[in-house]
């Protein structure tokens, strides 16, 4: 039982460059989030969605695109990388209308150059 | 807007007590979570308070007053493990979670 994993744990893209991150959990969650988190900053939502086949947006947006095609995985992508999005991402699970806690991933550390 | 805040960094001797102290200003509010992260990992759950009151959970105790959007996060009997940051977070009108800073917290021997 792995709970969340995130793939990939590390990556250096350039300017322009495009890359997908995969959130995957074995928890049955229906509800799944992708955070950015910055330097003196709170986690920030991007994207979320409250089952399969569903996205919505979150804080930040701009600059991602999301899918959940099936009810395990959730992907986060960027289609042109800019040095804003140096970050690290958090995918969660869990939370929504019932409250519960989110269970995180353990993170995938950007750094756009 | 929405707003969290909660102080920046914290210094605590071993041995002691701690209190982190959160206030929010949210557009709604449906419960409140303390999550640990250390240094390059996951924030992992601590805590949630809907109900105005101290929950008490060994050595880590959170408190709620709603009337005056405020939380606190005690920490007794500090280890060096507990060496971390402690975000506040408020579920808000959507059900989703308005997150504060966090707060880093330095345990010196």
């Known amino acids: 039982n792995a709970g969340v994993t995130q793939t990939p744990k590390f990556r250096v893209l350039k300017t322009g460059q495009s890359m997908t991150l995969l959130c995957a959990q074995d928890m049955n969650h229906e509800y799944m989030y992708w955070y950015r988190q910055d330097p003196g900053m709170g986690l920030r939502l991007i994207h979320y969605?409250?089952?399969?086949?569903?996205?919505a947006k979150g804080e930040v947006p701009d600059g991602y695109n999301v899918s959940r095609l099936k009810k395990q995985n959730f992907l986060l992508g960027l289609e042109s990388a800019a040095p804003s999005q140096t970050s690290v991402y958090f995918c969660?699970?869990?939370?929504?209308?019932?409250?519960?806690?989110?269970?995180f991933g353990p993170g995938t550390r950007l750094t756009v150059l | 807007g929405q707003n969290i805040d909660q102080p920046t960094e914290m210094t605590a001797t071993e041995g002691a007590i701690v209190q982190i102290n959160c206030t929010y200003q949210t557009s709604g509010f449906n419960g409140l979570f303390w999550y640990q992260q250390h240094a390059g990992e996951a924030p992992t759950f601590l805590s949630y308070n809907v109900l105005d009151g101290l929950e008490e959970k060994g050595r880590f105790s959170s408190f709620l007053s709603r009337s005056k959007g405020y939380s606190y996060l005690l920490l007794k009997e500090l280890q060096m493990k507990d060496s971390a940051s402690y975000l506040c977070a408020v579920v808000d009108s959507n059900y989703q979670l308005i997150w504060g800073a966090g707060t880093k917290l330095i345990i010196k021997p």
């Open positions: 969660a699970i869990g939370g929504g209308e019932v409250t519960g806690e989110q269970f």
């Open positions: 969605s409250v089952g399969e086949g569903t996205t």
